[in-house]
């Protein structure tokens, strides 16, 4: 890896900003190699200089992946000019080079993956990688068991081709739990409409094996660790 600014280092692993981490070195509380460091301008290697903040050794994170449970009202952008973002709920981290894996809608809710690892986003969305994703849904009236047989079976949503087998479980109270393994534009919502329904609200539950954590609020997020994202992985893409 090439060499980086101590500043930039320690802001991407600790998440605090390039200010506060003025502040830390002015204080002396980082060593390079075993040498006190104040200047937030020096290059360091991160794969082999040794860096330590308050005698601890901080270690460097190439890539960096958040489960957030998206709110609807905000966009799966990184930058808007009208409304907020799902990189706006990171407050306090630094999330420079992050985004989402593929798109909710605005008023849509759930699972999105948060990264700057773009090979697994890319291996995530790939129409041929065909990773599951699942929906709740409800909408605006029960679903007929044979239009749930429909929207199963290669629905035509006007694009050019037919959708892919679809996976659908009618659920209480106008719900229903459906999986795709496409990622085309309200994708759900125009498989619904094409059968007569309207969806109402639509919320993300799982992506491959990685599935939203109940207990995370609305707005909530938490880093995921090797053991969530390594069964994402195409393991010979990575050393
Ligand atoms: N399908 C939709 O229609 N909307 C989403 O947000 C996700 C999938």
Known sequence: MENM????????????????IKE????????????????????????????????KAVVY??????????????????KDKLSETVLDFFRGENMDGFFPVGRLDKDSEGLLLITNDGMLAHNLLSPSGHVEKVYFVELDRKLEEDDRIKIE?????????PCLPAKVETKENNTALISITEGRFHQVKRMF??????????????????FLDEKLKPGGYRKLSDEDICPLRKKEQYG
């Open 153 to 161: 079976n290669e629905i035509d949503i006007g694009d050019d081709k």
């Open 5 to 20: 600014r101590l500043d930039k280092f320690l802001s991407n692993t600790t998440g605090e900003s390039r200010s506060r």
């Open 24 to 55: 830390i070195l002015k204080a002396g509380r980082v060593k390079v190699n075993s040498e006190t460091a104040k200047d937030p301008s020096l290059k360091i290697f991160p794969d082999t200089d040794s860096v330590e903040l308050d005698s």
């Open 61 to 78: 994170e190439k890539f960096r992946y958040y489960m957030l449970n998206k709110p609807a009202g905000c966009v799966s952008a990184t």
């Open 193 to 210: 409409a094409a059968a007569g329904y309207e969806v109402k609200y639509l919320k993300r539950i799982a992506m491959g094996s990685l």
